[in-house]
């Protein structure tokens, strides 16, 4: 009799000792990726019942019964990096809108692959290729944009990737293409595993999606600004220079209600400032007042210059400070001049000659006007430029208010 219950306690361990390794409760076996994770978690339970024993010395008053709880690996990758729709070119003032775009920012502190991510309208889809390279580091941004040459046009820089067409062969392209519809719509940010892990819902669009809570975000239209062309941009955290990010319409800066941070406007080809750095310095400074005191200050500054002067002008109409300037140019300073494309009474013959000067010592000028072969529809950035001011070896400046002509210097 003893025997029987040895027998007993050894079957009773031993299905707990199976039990416990998931021996024989699933056939399956987990195939584990290198970046994914192991949880021991209960998700199977059993309970034995009807176990019998041969002439006990009581007879039991119940059938005996047994609960036993398996552990099975739970496998589940790392969530994705907090990437969000940080802005998006939508209705664009370019004839064919090619140069649409969304901008993708990572917010968070690990590095993002986004091969097999997707951007997902409520008509069309566009994939990061599953052989797709592009890595989004921490803090790091990118463009994508429908065609990337018109991109390049209005922005000024080129996408890193594409997805209406094949532009330009050095900028990735995405599979499939999208719809951004003007007056209304969203855009979803889809990881790899089909996660939403961003989503913008913007216009006239009053359907809710999954990603996004209240009522849409809306552009700041007012007076004089114009709905067309703009860039629904995110207000940034005034400390850390993030992207807001509630997943409602007050994280964008159309917002009306917010006087400080909302009711801004954004044009493709703007730069914007991401972080403030504050830093102290001691410098010497020098005060001219004009126009008797001007020119020997400019002139001492251009003179001074050994490698790089580059100067924002309105106009350029004075002899000698071009001469000085051309001397400069001649020597191997790298010269650089802006100036405004369209003056009141148009550009002078002396402004010409100085020009000319400059140009023929090695200097490089430009002006800031549209060029005959900018598409149709393009909007400029800016109106004019009025600004004066100026770089000397990347270490001393001015800045003032007078042109440089023969009245004011």
């Not at 019964?65 to 729709?85: C, D, E, K, M």
């Not at 006087?259 to 991401?274: I, N």
């Not at 598409?375 to 001393?396: E, F, M, N, V």
């Amino acid at each position: 009799m003893r025997w029987h219950w040895v027998g007993f306690v050894i079957g009773w361990c031993a299905v707990q000792v199976l039990g416990f390794l998931g021996i024989g409760l699933t056939s399956q076996s987990a195939y584990l990726l290198p970046t994914e994770q192991v949880i021991v978690a209960p998700i199977r339970s059993t309970t034995i019942t009807k176990f019998t024993v041969s002439k006990p010395l009581r007879a039991p008053t119940s059938t005996p019964s047994f609960t036993q709880t398996t552990y099975l690996p739970l496998i589940h990758g790392n969530s994705p990096a907090p990437v969000r729709i940080a802005a998006a070119h939508i209705d664009s003032a370019v004839s064919g809108e090619a140069d649409e775009a969304l901008l993708l920012w990572n917010t968070g502190d690990q590095r993002q692959p986004l091969a097999g991510w997707k951007l997902v309208t409520p008509s069309r889809t566009a994939s990061f290729p599953l052989t797709s390279t592009l890595t989004l580091a921490p803090g790091a941004q990118l463009w994508c944009a429908a065609e990337a040459t018109a991109f390049l046009l209005s922005f000024g820089q080129k996408p890193a990737c594409e997805w209406a067409s094949d532009s330009d062969p050095d900028v990735p392209n995405l599979d499939g293409s999208l719809a951004l519809a003007n007056h209304g719509g969203y855009v979803q940010l889809r990881s790899a595993r089909g996660i939403i892990v961003d989503a913008l819902l913007y216009g006239d669009e009053e359907r809710p999606i999954t990603g996004w809570e209240g009522a849409a975000a809306q552009l700041y239209a007012r007076g004089d600004i114009p709905a067309e062309g703009q860039i629904w941009s995110r207000k940034r955290d005034p400390q850390s220079g993030l992207p807001r990010d509630t997943n409602q319409a007050t994280d964008w800066s159309g917002d009306l209600a917010d006087l400080a941070w909302g009711r801004q406007v954004t044009f493709p080809g703007w730069q914007r400032v991401d972080t403030e750095t504050v830093v102290s310095a001691q410098a010497t400074i020098t005060v001219a007042v004009g126009p008797e005191g001007l020119y020997q200050p400019m002139a001492t500054f251009i003179a001074q210059t050994q490698k790089s002067l580059a100067l924002s002008l309105y106009t350029i109409e004075h002899k000698e400070l071009a001469e000085l300037i051309a001397a400069a140019a001649a020597r191997g300073v790298a010269v650089r001049l802006l100036l405004e494309g369209s003056p009141p009474g148009g550009i002078s013959d002396l402004q010409k000659w100085s020009v000319a000067t400059i140009v023929a010592a090695g200097g490089e000028v430009q002006y800031l006007a549209v060029q005959e072969t900018a598409p149709k529809g393009y909007r400029t950035r800016y109106r004019y430029l009025h600004a004066k001011y100026g770089i000397s070896d990347s270490r001393r400046i001015f800045n003032g208010t007078e042109n440089l002509s023969q009245e004011s210097t």
